[in-house]
């Protein structure tokens, strides 16, 4: 990890990589490399040239830049877009100053100063290097040191120019509520390929990262990627200009975005953590155990999360003291360690037509408050956890009746509700102030451990009356949820944050730089899970995915509890079924199970992943995690049919070759060297329906 200056060239070494930029001859701070290192430092210069190609090309057309606004000649997807006060709405960014911050025995941090100093707006571009990573942390602070005010209109975290002018593939999701993270990889011709939310939240669609790859497996070939930690509207915009070159421009949306920064006033705009990478494998480790060391809120970082049992598949709205209490009691039968009460627990909750806003237990589900409900939890030995929506209200609740202006609301129009619900204008301090309220009342008066913070609908009529500038109340919507959750935390700091919005409507590392885990997908049916599950590893921290072993599908697509099991152990395994329906033997399959997580949790939360089959071997999702002496390989046909049998051949990673291993599986145990499980393999015969293994490597 180094940073070198010479000369205005700017050069960033990361354990496999370089990252240069140099100023130009007009002063603009250009970008020369991102990938591989060169041996010789020295031959990094400007490569800029000064002449305009002609009266439609101008030279800036052809080179790279760092951080460019819109402004002079050149016409490209903008990092920053300006008005200063006397309506000339160009910028134009010349380099002024830097400096390098030791933050701490493995830190760096290179700020580059920009200014437009006519206008007096500073740009400061923040590079943060850690040791043992490629990964680098990218961010953006406006200044405004003029004596008017500047209205930004776009405000990117950064743009991001890539080596190869052949066309990269574009790595994103085409999701949707219970179908998030599904992968789609788009060739990236020519045009501007966007992705984008404009919902409030980051969304189930696509996710705010960009991931550009060209010829790229597993392990080989270049992938350069970056991910935004941001949990609202959102913009990656991928362009392949007309000389072949591929950028990357990504940060909040400037859709129905503006921000008034007055004098003296300072804007931040998220940070973008990118890297590049041999491989897809490796770009999700680095991303995996930097989230976890860096990322992650420091209170449980380390710390593997518990076997949680959550109610909400059981008994949706229905729930009452006695009901969980008889979940509570299977729930620590089988070896869960924390039990959350999901919805249905509050005010005038029967169904989701009610009671979003009244944060007091409902007298007739819990006519002694949750006292007795949490004893009984703690006495069986787990933790207890609740379910919350705190920026929603339905029209049907106290809070509305009194403050119905805290909805997000036009007088002139009718409520669009989505759920039945409105969102709550959480721009206003005083809103601000009852969310962090009412859950910090609750967290005094109970033993609660863990909150459920969910965020089930799109925001609309986002009109914003109260503030000065409207247009800044989505940026400050979100800001305030963070706010509020780091209150939360500072205040009561044993708890655990699940950040949800209809599964994983928000998961982002905007989100996970607050929130300890997220709800990764309402879709608990284990086939879907794969697909689902393979997306979020790709750029998310696998302790974070929340997964839960339930009852859906069982009637319409049958899976056993084995299969749900090997599927839900990939992540943080949690039981969502209806426990008091099993009989004796699915009971006694559950406590098997999570006797077997807790011993390979470690492995799965915390080490290496492989994603094996990489799609050679059709229809099986091959998963291995390694940690240390253990390594766990799940695989998992995905395909049900009785005629397509197969032998399948798995090649292991990440072993030490002149080790012996002990491989237990199906109730027996081998023994291999570790060159032998990585060069000739495991080899499974399984049966065309769905037949799924989990493996369990010890090296001796
Ligand atoms: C959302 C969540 C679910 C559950 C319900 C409760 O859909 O994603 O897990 O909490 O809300 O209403």
């Keep these: 990890m180094l940073i070198l200056e010479n ?21 603009v701070l250009g970008h020369e490399h991102w990938g591989r290192k060169c041996a010789d430092v020295n031959d990094y210069k400007s490569t800029y040239t000064s002449w305009d190609k002609n009266s439609n090309h101008s030279a800036r057309d052809y080179g790279k830049t760092e951080y460019i606004p819109y402004g002079g000649t050149c016409y490209r997807t903008p990092a920053l877009v300006v008005t200063y006060a006397d309506k000339c709405r160009e910028a134009q960014l010349l380099y002024k100053d830097f400096e390098v911050t030791f933050e701490n025995e493995d830190t760096f941090l290179l700020e ?66 219970a179908a998030e993270f599904y992968r789609e990889d788009t060739a990236v011709k020519n045009g501007v390929l966007t992705y984008e939310n404009r919902k409030g939240g980051s969304n189930h669609t696509h996710n705010p990262v960009f991931i550009l790859s060209q010829n790229a497996t597993e392990d080989e070939g270049d992938v350069f990627f970056g991910a935004l930690a941001w949990s609202g509207n959102y913009k990656v915009e991928i362009a392949r200009d007309f000389t072949g070159r591929t950028r990357a421009v990504i940060g909040i949306n400037d859709f129905d975005f503006s921000y008034t920064l007055k004098p003296g006033e300072e804007f931040d705009a998220p940070s973008v953590y990118c890297g590049y990478t041999k491989g897809f494998s490796e770009m999700s480790n680095q991303m995996n155990a930097y989230a976890v060391e860096h990322i992650l809120p420091k209170s449980f970082n380390k710390a593997s999360l518990p076997v949680l049992y959550n109610s909400w598949e059981a008994t949706f709205f229905d729930v009452s003291c006695e009901g969980q209490q008889k979940l509570a009691e299977l729930a620590a039968d089988i070896g869960c360690e924390l039990f959350v009460m999901d919805d249905g627990w509050f005010g005038e909750r029967k169904d989701d037509w009610a009671g979003l806003g009244d944060w007091y237990v409902n007298k007739v589900k819990f006519p002694n ?50 759920r039945h619900q409105l969102v709550l204008n959480l721009t206003k301090p005083e809103v601000q102030e009852f969310v962090f309220r009412v859950m910090d009342d609750m967290l005094c008066e109970y033993d609660i451990s863990y909150i459920k913070w969910d965020m089930n609908r799109a925001y609309s009529q986002t009109g914003g009356e109260n503030l000065e500038n409207p247009q800044e109340l989505w940026y400050r919507h979100v800001k305030a949820v963070y706010e509020i959750a780091d209150r939360l935390k500072e205040k009561h700091p044993g708890l655990q944050l699940e950040c949800c919005a209809s599964g994983g409507g928000r998961v982002d590392y905007g989100a996970l730089s607050h929130f300890d885990m997220v709800w990764t997908s309402d879709n608990t049916d284990p086939i879907d899970r794969l697909e689902i599950q393979h997306g ?30 090997n599927v839900t152990m990939q992540g943080s395994l949690s039981i969502g079924g209806n426990l008091l329906k099993y009989n004796e033997e699915e009971l006694e ?93 495991l080899g499974f015969e399984m049966g065309g329906t769905l037949e799924s293994k989990i493996i369990v490597l010890e090296k001796e």
């Design 7 to 27: 000369n205005g060239v700017f050069i960033l070494e990361t354990e496999n990589t370089h990252y240069v930029m140099a100023v130009d001859c007009t002063g």
């Design 112 to 177: 580059i100063i920009l200014e437009d100093k006519h206008y007096g707006l500073e740009a400061s571009l923040f590079y943060r290097l850690r040791e043992g990573t490629d990964v680098i942390e990218r961010f953006v602070k406006l200044r405004n040191k003029s004596e008017n005010v500047i209205t930004l209109n776009k405000v990117a975290s950064g743009e991001f120019n890539l080596p190869s002018l052949r066309p990269y593939s574009s790595t994103n999701f085409n999701g949707s509520w």
């Design 369 to 418: 408050g949750l006292k007795p409900l949490i004893d009984k939890v703690k006495s069986l030995g787990m933790r207890f956890g609740l379910w919350f929506e705190p920026e929603m209200v339905n029209p049907d609740s106290d809070l509305f009746r009194t403050h119905p202006e805290w909805a997000y609301h036009y007088d002139t129009r009718d409520a669009d509700l989505l």
């Design 536 to 565: 979020f590893s790709l750029l998310y921290p696998i302790k974070c995915m929340r997964a839960w072993v339930t009852d859906t599908n069982r009637r319409s697509r049958p899976r056993d509890f084995d299969y749900r099991f």
């Design 589 to 681: 399959l559950h406590r098997r199970y999570i006797a077997l997580y807790k011993e390979i949790r470690e492995t799965v939360q915390f080490g290496r992943l492989y994603r094996l089959a990489d799609f050679e071997n059709d229809h099986l999702y091959a998963n291995q995690y390694v940690k240390d002496n253990q390594s766990v390989l799940f695989l998992c046909k995905s395909v049900n049919t009785f005629f397509n049998e197969k032998f399948y051949h798995v090649r292991l990673k990440g072993l030490d070759g002149l080790a012996r291993y002990t491989v237990k599986y199906d109730n027996k145990e081998e023994n291999y060297g570790g060159d032998y499980l990585m060069n000739v393999g």
